[in-house]
């Protein structure tokens, strides 16, 4: 099973600054790593796929980079509605065995 | 539009069985296929498993094999998740989510449904 591994737990920002998350993988997942974005009681709402590329509707101030092992999701400038739960996603193998990782909280400071 | 909707909430004693449905309508019911995620409480996303509704094949999670279940009906565009000898750990909410596999990839979830809140409790 490829484990993923988010830090930090949780992410203290005011609004208006930069929030950097990270994501890492136990083996290479290539470019196959997703980013989600889940409200409290909301089911969670598709951000980046492809490790980069921003699902339809998704501001420009998401943006998702990295590839094999280490990702990474900015947030440039946090609105009051990013305060949210990220978890990143792989889907690099097949028959399918995705997995998520712990998650990241984002806060406000 | 596309809509996943699933069952309601369930309690179930431990040992029990549950069966979650989710019923999907906007799409090709047979184009895409369908995951399961869970939720316990306070706690991160677990996918358990997937479905093809085209010819029902499934890949389920290697911590779930034996006990869960994924079957569909193509006459209802419904989807149901199966998760048998419940314990208390196994309280959740429970997600079905469509997505699209091809290539030899299950590519993320652009649609999930409500959630079923199933709890297990004696």
């Known amino acids: 099973e490829i484990v993923m591994t988010q830090s930090p737990a949780t992410l203290s920002v005011s609004p208006g600054e930069r929030a950097t998350l990270s994501c890492r993988a136990s083996?290479?997942?290539?470019?196959?790593l997703a980013w989600y974005q889940q409200k409290p009681g909301q089911a969670p709402r598709l951000l980046i796929y492809g490790a980069s590329t921003r699902a339809t509707g998704i501001p420009a101030r998401f943006s998702g980079s990295g590839s094999g092992t280490e990702f990474t999701l900015t947030i440039s400038s946090l609105q009051s509605e990013d305060f949210a739960v990220y978890y990143c996603q792989q889907y690099n193998n097949w028959p399918p065995q995705l997995t998520f990782g712990g998650g990241t909280k984002v806060e406000i400071k | 539009q596309v809509q996943l909707v699933q069952s309601g909430a369930e309690v179930k004693k431990p040992g029990a069985s549950v069966k979650v449905s989710c019923k999907a309508s906007g799409y090709t019911f047979t184009s895409n296929y369908m995951h399961w995620v869970r939720q316990a409480p306070g706690q991160g996303l677990e996918w358990m498993g997937v479905?093809?509704?085209?010819?029902?094949?499934?890949s389920y999670a290697q911590k779930f094999q034996g006990r869960v279940t994924m079957t569909r009906d193509t006459s209802t565009s419904t989807v149901y998740m199966e998760l048998s000898s419940l314990r208390s750990e196994d309280t959740a909410v429970y997600y079905c989510?469509?997505?699209?596999?091809?290539?030899?990839?299950?590519?993320?979830?652009?649609?999930w449904g409500q959630g079923t809140l199933v709890t297990v409790s004696s």
């Open positions: 083996q290479s997942v290539s470019s196959n």
């Open positions: 479905i093809n509704p085209s010819g029902g094949s499934t």
């Open positions: 989510a469509k997505g699209y596999c091809s290539g030899g990839y299950c590519y993320p979830f652009d649609y």
